[in-house]
């Protein structure tokens, strides 16, 4: 007998996808690197992404897994049936009663020394506060006097009624059963193992993450077929998070734990960008982008009949053909002559270069500015990559020094710790002395001037009129260099503010704009605000407010601004 012709399997070879298993290639991957970047800016490399983590963070398709492997909604009733059994067994007045007085009997009980220290005692057994009992203990000379003894029991006893109240408060029994103490903390355990269980399980049919079920408690409820679905489940789940984060670039070291690759990178600068354009208003929304931009000429659309001198490399090949087949009309062999070669017209494209000046002082550590400043940076470079490939991009850390940084090392920048906390700091370094340290030097402050100095010494290199400094910081310098002597002052002091303005002096005589991006603080003044302003009327450049969260947005937006302007 034939067997009847099932198109459907046809399908799920090409496919390459077996409607048994988990997941469905109809259905858009998960995003990945957006979770474990977001891990980097926040912690650099103080602390590894785990699996467990990184599977948390990622929310999938419930529909994905709808009919695999166990009904989740069958292991929620349940646990509810459960629940509800034990709510409708049991009573709690009884018990109440007997953990009142169990802990009463125990203060009875109690041989109360003479003097204050009894006292004391007889009035923390009154009050039943778990912590004045304790500090009886400490005072009762600990183990060592009968008294210490005598309150350790009754401490345990206070506990117990602690936990039969919260049993009472918590849960709404309608049985007739009494119970035991013990019984009822051991019932209370079993409540709200359910408690966290159901919860876990919601959260998995909304998320699709089997990880976050506990499978050791649920196993001491469930049956054990539906366990081992439940378990295979994850296992495929799992395989499938992996695959999909080294399709991503995300690879895992020998600790288990998930590394960035450089792909992993181009994949978060898109997505950063593709948010940054996405979210702009409607009437700027759009990329409006212009011509194709790099260094040297670039071709445009039209075309004009080659000239002696004009270069072969921009020749439009299909047209100058067509114009050699008119020309000899069907002749053969075809010979191109220069009467027949038309040019694509060319311009030059300004370069811009750029430094950006990263704030990493201790203070970027309030609110996780850090975290934003790291995400504009990336965000920055991958547009230049991507879209001015021929622009010239260098970042610089600041905080008591100032040091250039190479782009794939700004996801772990992390602020400066704050190694001193006197309300006044007067501090001279000799950093020309063979002695001197960079590592002994606190490292918290903000040195505005150095990170100037070092960004014109950058630029300076730089073969184009168009340069930039891009200064992100949320508030007035506190450290600056005279010669090799390097001076940390807190409060700011005017004699820093005029280093910086010396130095943002220097950059306006070299043609280099300052432009300040001047972020919120929980510390910042008017004088901050008035500071930024100074500096960056020193070069004609200007000052931005924005929120933190939204500093990627508009520093790329003012750069792609910047390039329309030089273009135009």
């Known amino acids: 007998?034939?067997?009847?012709?099932?198109?459907?399997?046809?399908?799920?070879?090409?496919?390459?996808?077996?409607?048994?298993?988990?997941?469905?290639?109809?259905?858009?991957?998960?995003?990945?690197?957006?979770?474990?970047m977001e891990h980097m800016l926040m912690y650099g490399e103080m602390r590894e992404l785990t699996p467990e983590e990184l599977a948390r963070a990622i929310k999938l398709d419930p529909s994905q897994i709808a009919g695999l492997g166990p009904s989740l909604d069958a292991l929620i009733k349940m646990l509810q049936e459960r629940k509800r059994k034990i709510l409708e067994t049991y009573e709690t007045d009884s018990v109440l009663k007997k953990a009142r007085k169990n802990y009463y009997k125990a203060g009875k009980q109690i041989h109360y020394p003479q003097g204050k220290l009894g006292d004391a005692a007889r009035a923390a057994v009154d009050r039943e506060q778990i912590y004045d009992l304790e500090r009886l203990w400490y005072l009762a000379d600990e183990a060592r006097s009968p008294l210490a003894g005598e309150l350790v029991h009754l401490i345990e006893r206070l506990g117990e009624k602690y936990e039969v109240d919260e049993l009472a408060a918590k849960y709404d029994f309608t049985g007739q059963t009494s119970m035991t103490v013990p019984e009822a903390i051991a019932i209370k355990e079993e409540l709200e193992r359910i408690d966290e269980l159901l919860k876990q399980l919601e959260e998995a049919k909304e998320s699709a993450q089997i990880g976050v079920i506990d499978m050791s408690e649920l196993s001491q409820f469930a049956e054990p077929g539906q366990m081992e679905q439940l378990m295979d489940l994850q296992r495929q789940l799992e395989e499938y998070v992996r695959n999909m984060a080294e399709q991503q670039g995300l690879t895992g070291n020998k600790n288990g734990a998930f590394q960035i690759t450089p792909q992993a990178f181009r994949i978060f600068q898109g997505k950063l960008l593709e948010k940054i354009f996405s979210n702009l208003e409607a009437s700027r929304s759009g990329r409006h982008q212009g011509p194709i931009l790099g260094e040297g000429a670039v071709e445009l659309q039209q075309t004009k009949p080659y000239e002696f001198g004009d270069s072969i490399t921009q020749m439009d090949i299909p047209q100058s053909m067509i114009n050699a087949i008119l020309r000899q009309e069907g002749q053969t062999p075809l010979r191109l002559k220069?009467?027949?070669?038309?040019?694509?017209?060319?311009?030059?494209?300004?370069?811009?270069?750029?430094?950006?000046?990263?704030?990493?002082?201790?203070?970027?550590?309030?609110?996780?500015?850090?975290?934003?400043?790291?995400?504009?940076?990336?965000?920055?470079?991958?547009?230049?990559?991507?879209?001015?490939?021929?622009?010239?991009?260098?970042?610089?850390?600041?905080?008591?020094?100032?040091?250039p940084v190479r782009p794939g090392d700004v996801i772990g920048l992390l602020p400066k710790?704050?190694?001193?906390?006197?309300?006044?700091?007067?501090?001279?370094?000799?950093?020309?002395?063979?002695?001197?340290?960079?590592?002994?030097?606190?490292?918290?402050?903000?040195?505005?001037?150095?990170?100037?100095?070092?960004?014109?010494?950058?630029?300076?290199?730089?073969?184009?009129?168009?340069?930039?400094?891009?200064?992100?910081?949320?508030?007035?310098?506190?450290?600056?260099?005279?010669?090799?002597?390097?001076?940390?002052?807190?409060?700011?002091?005017?004699?820093?503010?005029?280093?910086?303005?010396?130095?943002?002096?220097?950059?306006?005589?070299?043609?280099?704009?300052?432009?300040?991006?001047?972020?919120?603080?929980?510390?910042?003044?008017?004088?901050?605000?008035?500071?930024?302003?100074r500096l960056a009327q020193t070069s004609q450049g200007r000052v931005f407010f924005t929120a933190g969260r939204d500093l990627d947005r508009y520093v790329i937006w003012d750069y792609v601004q910047h390039k329309r302007e030089i273009i135009g």
């Not at 399908?11 to 390459?16: A, E, G, L, V």
């Not at 790291?374 to 008591?400: N, T």
Request: charged share 20%.
């Open 1 to 36: 007998m034939n067997q009847p012709y099932r198109p459907g399997g046809v399908i799920h070879t090409y496919q390459k996808y077996d409607p048994q298993r988990f997941p469905s290639p109809t259905q858009e991957a998960p995003d990945l690197v957006s979770p474990a």
């Open 338 to 403: 220069p009467e027949d070669i038309e040019i694509h017209r060319t311009r030059n494209t300004p370069k811009c270069a750029t430094t950006v000046i990263m704030d990493m002082s201790g203070s970027m550590r309030y609110e996780g500015q850090y975290v934003n400043v790291k995400r504009m940076a990336l965000a920055l470079q991958g547009l230049i990559r991507s879209e001015y490939p021929g622009d010239y991009l260098q970042m610089l850390e600041m905080y008591s020094f100032a040091k």
């Open 417 to 533: 710790p704050v190694t001193l906390h006197d309300p006044v700091v007067r501090l001279r370094a000799d950093m020309s002395d063979p002695g001197a340290s960079e590592y002994r030097i606190p490292p918290h402050f903000t040195n505005i001037q150095h990170a100037l100095q070092q960004s014109r010494m950058f630029l300076a290199n730089q073969d184009t009129p168009n340069r930039q400094i891009i200064l992100i910081t949320d508030g007035l310098p506190t450290a600056h260099f005279e010669g090799s002597q390097l001076f940390l002052l807190y409060p700011p002091d005017p004699a820093t503010e005029a280093a910086t303005l010396r130095e943002g002096a220097l950059c306006a005589r070299e043609g280099i704009t300052i432009n300040i991006f001047l972020i919120p603080s929980w510390s910042q003044t008017e004088e901050d605000v008035k500071f930024a302003y």
